[in-house]
C-alpha cells in the first residue's frame, strides 16, 4: 500500500505549552499515528505558549482526522485550526486571464477597443487566417471534457471534472507556455458535443479531449477531426499511447530486444488500449495480444462486440486464446491500461527472460509493482511513487506546442511516433538503465524536443 502522499496533506494550527519537549512530542504523536511531518514552524511566541503551524503528509481525510485528534490529546496542546494543502491550492480556482497589454491612457484605449480595433477585425475578416496571428487564437487551445471518465473517478459529471481541466491547463502553461481553457460541457450526447466544440472552435487554435468516456469518445474525436481545420487531441488516448511507445523502446534497448521480435500482450481495449495498439503497430510491433475483462480478443470468440472487430483483426497472429496470464506465457512485454490487480507476480514468472512489465491502472495497478520486479527486466507504472512513471504530461504539451508553433490543421500518426521518438531519446545512453527509461517531467529537455520533432513532422505532413 502507498505510503502517507503530500496530495493529502494538512497543516494544522497549534496552540503549545511552552516546554522543551514540546516539538518532539509533537513530531513524535504524529509519526506514531502513521503520518509524515514535512514542515514545523512556531509562528508566534510567548513565556509560556507558543503558535505552530505543522504540516504533515496523511493516508487521506480519515487518516488525517486521526493525527489531528491525537494532536489534541496531547498535554499542553489545543488545536485552534486545520487546513486541507489540496483544497487550498483550488481555492478560487487555478487559473485568471490577465491582459496583455497596458491600458495607461486613452490612446492605448483607442487601439486595444473600439475605434482602432475594428481596423484588426476587418483585416481578419479580409484574411481569417491572420486570426492566429492577432488574435488569441494563436496559442490558445480548448480542454474539452464531459466528465464521464475522469481520472479513475469515472463518471462524476462537469462540474466535479472542473478541477481536474483546470490542473491540465496549468500544466500547458508550465511546461508548453500554451494558454489552456477549461470546457466541461453538460451533456453526454456525441451530436450535442461536437456541435458545440465546433461552435467554439473559432476561439482556439486545437482541441484537447479530456476524459470522455470510450466508445463515444472514438465518434467525437472522428467527427470533430472531420468538421475542423485545427487538430483534434485525445489525450487519454494518444498521449497515453505516445508515452508508452517511447518507454517501449527505451525499455527494449535496456533488454536487448526489438520490437518487430517481441510478442506484446495488452490489457485493456477501451480508448487507451486502442490507441496503444494502433501507435505499436505503426512502430513496427508484428505479435501483439489484446485482451479485456472477457479474456483476450480473436475473431472467434463469442459474443464479440462490434467495436473489437477491428482489434480482432489486426492482432494476434498465433491465434492465441483464454485469459491473461494464458496469454502471458512466453511473452516479452505486458502492457496494462485497464484494471487493478489483473495479473500476479507469478504470471510475470512464466514471462519470456528479461521481460518488460507496464502496469498504467492508476492508483492500484494491474499487479504490485514489486512483485512484478521480482521477475521482470524492466517495471513502469503510471504512479509517482515508483521508478518510471509513465505519465501522459511527458507528451501532450510538447505535441501541442509543436502543433501550434507549426499552425498545423490536423495531426497523424507520423507525428505521435515523432513525438514518441523524440521522448525516448531525451534519455541519454549513458542514462539508460532498468529504473530510469523516460525522463522526468521537469526535465526541461522534454517539451522543446517533443515540440520539434512535431513541428517538423506537421510541415512535412501539412506541405
Not at 44 to 51: F, I, W, Y
Not at 160 to 175: I, T
Amino acid at each position: 500500500m502507498a505510503g502517507p502522499s503530500v496530495s493529502s496533506s494538512i497543516t494544522a494550527r497549534l496552540q503549545v505549552a511552552a516546554r522543551p519537549t514540546a516539538v518532539s512530542e509533537l513530531t513524535t504523536a504524529i509519526e506514531q499515528a502513521g503520518g509524515i511531518v514535512t514542515a514545523l514552524d512556531v509562528t508566534a511566541s510567548g513565556h509560556e505558549q507558543m503558535q505552530v503551524d505543522l504540516t504533515c503528509a496523511t493516508l487521506g481525510e480519515e487518516h488525517a482526522a486521526t493525527i489531528v485528534d491525537r494532536l489534541g490529546e496531547l498535554d499542553g496542546v489545543r488545536v485552534d485550526r486545520v487546513s486541507d494543502r489540496t483544497f487550498l491550492m483550488h481555492l478560487g480556482g487555478k487559473l485568471e486571464i490577465t491582459s496583455k497589454v497596458p491600458l495607461r491612457n486613452r490612446d492605448d484605449l483607442s487601439m486595444a477597443y473600439t475605434p482602432g480595433v475594428a481596423r484588426v477585425s476587418e483585416a481578419i475578416a479580409a484574411r481569417p487566417e491572420d486570426a492566429r496571428r492577432l488574435t488569441i487564437k494563436r496559442n490558445t487551445i480548448a480542454v474539452v471534457t464531459d466528465g464521464t471518465a475522469v481520472l479513475g473517478l469515472g463518471d462524476v459529471g462537469p462540474l466535479a471534472a472542473l478541477p481536474v481541466m483546470e490542473g491540465k491547463a496549468v500544466l500547458f502553461k508550465q511546461f508548453a507556455g500554451i494558454d489552456a481553457f477549461p470546457i466541461a460541457l453538460d451533456t453526454t450526447d456525441v451530436d450535442r458535443i461536437v456541435d458545440t466544440v465546433v461552435a467554439i472552435a473559432p476561439v482556439f487554435a486545437g482541441i484537447n479531449l479530456e476524459d470522455i468516456s470510450a466508445p463515444r469518445c472514438f465518434e467525437v474525436e472522428r467527427r470533430l477531426r472531420e468538421r475542423l481545420d485545427i487538430p483534434v487531441f485525445h489525450d487519454d488516448q494518444h498521449g497515453t499511447a505516445i508515452v508508452v511507445v517511447a518507454a517501449l523502446t527505451n525499455a527494449l534497448q535496456v533488454v536487448g530486444k526489438r520490437i518487430e521480435d517481441v510478442r506484446i500482450v495488452l490489457s485493456g481495449a477501451g480508448a487507451a488500449g486502442t490507441a496503444v495498439l494502433k501507435l505499436l503497430l505503426a512502430a513496427g510491433a508484428d505479435d501483439v495480444v489484446v485482451a479485456d475483462v472477457d479474456g483476450v480478443v480473436h475473431p472467434d470468440r463469442p459474443g464479440l462486440s462490434p467495436s473489437l472487430q477491428w482489434t480482432a483483426t489486426a492482432t494476434n497472429p498465433r491465434g492465441v486464446t483464454g485469459t491473461i496470464p494464458d496469454a502471458l506465457a512466453g511473452a516479452d512485454v505486458f502492457i496494462g491500461v485497464s484494471a487493478p490487480d489483473v495479473i500476479t507476480g507469478a504470471d510475470v514468472a512464466t514471462m519470456a527472460a528479461d521481460s518488460i512489465v507496464f502496469a498504467l491502472a492508476n492508483p492500484r495497478p494491474e499487479v504490485d509493482p514489486d512483485d512484478a520486479a521480482q521477475h521482470a527486466a524492466v517495471v513502469g507504472t503510471g504512479r509517482s511513487d515508483f521508478a518510471n512513471q509513465i505519465n501522459n504530461v511527458l507528451a501532450f504539451p510538447g505535441v501541442f506546442r509543436g502543433l501550434l508553433d507549426a499552425q498545423s490543421h490536423r495531426i497523424t500518426d507520423e507525428m505521435l511516433l515523432a513525438a514518441a521518438g523524440a521522448l525516448a531519446a531525451v534519455v541519454r545512453p549513458d542514462e539508460l538503465n532498468p529504473t530510469y527509461i523516460v525522463p522526468s517531467v521537469f526535465n526541461p529537455e522534454v517539451t522543446t524536443r517533443v515540440a520539434a520533432a512535431v513541428a517538423q513532422a506537421a510541415r512535412g505532413t501539412d506541405a
